[in-house]
């Protein structure tokens, strides 16, 4: 009797294991739908030698097809190569197919040998467009579709939806198969970097944990395990995190699968997965100069000045606020060549702002996906600035640098110096607050804001342009050719428009311009250092001179006594 049970549970195993299947596929759902309505087509899908390898010996014994809709005129092929003229094997669908995914149980179990491609092909004819089914995910070698009328080739876009199931006495049981990994470029401010992928269960046994191996440039390899289920023919998604400590230039991350429930992957072609990661050099990273639009007279700009504030906090090394006034006290006037009106006729309303003068969006409601979006955009060139005050801080001395990653034919770049004033207050400058609980339009407590008057003078205006020197399109930083990671400066005199109120709160916005696009490249925020002498005050040359002990100064500290007709100039009062 005890002969007998073993026997029976020996049987049993066994027909367990003829009766498992393992699905080879690039399709995962019918998304969208292929072809014309009554053209026949012949779409292909074709999996390599290396991928059937642990399948040798099996079968395949069923055809699963993905439908959009109903087709007539079926016949099933499996061919070496879709091009080739005449099938290993063919059969004819008498039912046709329906709309769903269509079990197709071939005639003869088709078995797999050693070193070869297989393409499995469905000639159809479909009643209505866009029939044969096919999805998102993008493969080129589950894209081929023979057009037959024409005998001309034609893809879709994505992966067809045809589906191999194989079965035998010599299936593999512990099978993982690692998905791709794609390359990455680094943020600079990462303290991470995060890779992700799938493993497939490519056995007839379901996974209860599994082990993977990496290394960095081939070097020291560590272990991770993973205690995660995946059932026969499905899959897991892992996440590797790792410290982002390289140094900056190229890295390799190869990852591969050691062990499938403690026991060796069977088959290990399909094992490892590499990609590459760019740590870029500190001195390429972008960024981020926003200029806000803005105006007392705007009752919903409280929410701009508030999103620009905790955008500087959220990101205080790359985000970089400058308030642009436009219809009030605080707006540069449109007939100095330092003018912001450019930028302000490019908006219908208030608050609104640019980033990189790319995009453009709410300060408040978008401006994060604006960064996100601008942060992630590819950079070669590299800024650097400083900012220094000459000696009677009549002006501020600006040295600006930049350099590219790589070679450039004909570059051009323009240099531009926005002069910001903080902490303003006072001198009758008020803000319109809609946000205030006494406002009509108050709908709930905005950061503080509600506490204020509708129109309030309780306000520190930060980050305001004084001018975008010498012009809003900046003046020639650079034109010719450029040599990879070679440095190319410009050196310009900000002179201080009348309108500044405490130097002790200006700083220097430094950007470079691709004159061809209007758009910013890379830029700076530079507090100047020197001394800023008490007695010394700037003047325009539109005012009189005034008093016995009046001195005048052009913007190198050079003693003048008549300034030329528009010569910026100093008065020292002794």
């Not at 197919?97 to 393409?119: C, R, S």
């Not at 299936?171 to 401010?189: F, S, W, Y």
């Not at 979006?373 to 000696?391: K, P, V």
């Not at 130097?503 to 950007?511: D, E, N, R, T």
């Given at each position: ?234 899959r897991d998604t892992f996440e590797l995190v790792i410290p982002a400590d390289y140094g900056f230039g190229q890295h390799t991350l190869s990852i591969s ?107 408040f409601y978008d401006i994060e996906t604006l960064y996100q979006l601008e942060t992630t955009a590819e950079n070669h060139i590299a800024y650097s600035m ?88 900046g003046v020639t930083l650079y034109e010719g050719d450029m040599e990879a990671m070679r440095e190319y400066s410009f050196d310009y005199i900000l002179p ?79």
């Amino acid at each position: 009797m005890k002969h007998l049970s073993l026997l029976l549970l020996l049987m049993l195993c066994s027909i367990g294991i003829l009766q498992a299947q393992v699905e080879l596929a690039y399709c995962e759902d019918i998304d969208h739908g292929f072809g014309e309505a009554g053209v026949i087509y012949t779409p292909y899908v074709q999996f390599v030698a290396e991928d059937l390898t642990p399948y040798i010996g099996n079968s395949i014994t069923q055809v699963l097809i993905g439908m959009k809709s109903s087709a007539t005129n079926v016949t099933i092929y499996i061919k070496n190569n879709p091009h080739d003229a005449n099938p290993l094997y063919r059969q004819t669908i008498s039912d046709g197919l329906t709309e769903g995914w269509n079990v197709i149980n071939l005639d003869t179990p088709f078995e797999i040998t050693q070193g070869k491609d297989l393409a499995i092909g469905c000639r159809f004819r479909g009643a209505e467009s866009n029939a044969f089914g096919f999805s998102d995910a993008k493969n080129s070698l589950a894209d081929q579709i023979l057009i037959n009328q024409s005998s001309k080739w034609t893809s879709c876009g994505g992966s067809l939806c045809i589906k191999a199931m194989v079965e035998g006495e010599h299936m593999p049981k512990h099978e993982l198969a690692i998905g791709t990994l794609p390359n990455q470029r680094v943020d600079p401010e990462a303290e991470s970097i995060s890779f992700s992928t799938t493993v497939r269960n490519m056995g007839i046994t379901e996974v209860e944990r599994y082990t993977l191996q990496w290394s960095i440039d081939n070097g020291d390899t560590e272990t991770i395990r993973y205690d995660h289920t995946i059932p026969v023919n499905g899959r897991d998604t892992f996440e590797l995190v790792i410290p982002a400590d390289y140094g900056f230039g190229q890295h390799t991350l190869s990852i591969s699968i050691e062990s499938v429930n403690g026991v060796p992957d069977e088959y290990t072609g399909n094992n490892t997965a590499s990609c590459s990661f760019t740590v870029p050099d500190e001195r390429f990273t972008r960024r981020v100069i926003c200029e806000e639009y803005s105006g007392f007279w705007c009752g919903f700009c409280p929410r701009g000045m508030v999103g620009m504030e905790l955008m500087k906090e959220a990101h205080p090394n790359r985000f970089v606020a400058i308030a642009v006034h436009g219809g009030d006290a605080l707006e540069i006037s449109s007939d100095s060549t330092y003018t912001y009106a450019p930028l302000i006729s490019r908006f219908t309303g208030a608050p609104s702002c640019t980033v990189g003068r790319r995009l453009q969006g709410d300060p408040f409601y978008d401006i994060e996906t604006l960064y996100q979006l601008e942060t992630t955009a590819e950079n070669h060139i590299a800024y650097s600035m400083t900012a220094e005050w000459n000696d009677d801080a009549s002006a501020i001395l600006c040295h600006a640098t930049i350099l590219s990653d790589q070679n450039l034919s004909g570059a051009h770049y323009n240099a531009a110096f926005v002069l910001v004033e903080d902490s303003i207050t006072g001198h009758g400058y008020y803000q319109t607050n809609y946000y205030s609980s006494s406002s009509q339009n108050y709908s709930g407590p905005f950061y503080g804001w509600e506490d204020k008057a509708y129109i309030t003078t309780d306000v520190i205006f930060m980050d305001i342009a004084r001018g975008c020197f010498p012009s809003f399109d900046g003046v020639t930083l650079y034109e010719g050719d450029m040599e990879a990671m070679r440095e190319y400066s410009f050196d310009y005199i900000l002179p201080l428009p009348t309108t500044v109120l405490d130097k002790k709160q200006l700083h220097v916005v430094g950007i470079v311009i691709d004159p061809r696009t209007g758009y910013i490249q890379n830029g700076l925020n530079v507090w100047p250092s020197g001394e800023i002498p008490a007695s010394i005050e700037q003047i325009s040359n539109d005012l009189p001179q005034q008093a016995k002990n009046t001195y005048l100064f052009d913007l190198s500290g050079r003693r003048i006594t008549h300034p030329a007709t528009g010569q910026p100039f100093i008065r020292a009062i002794r």
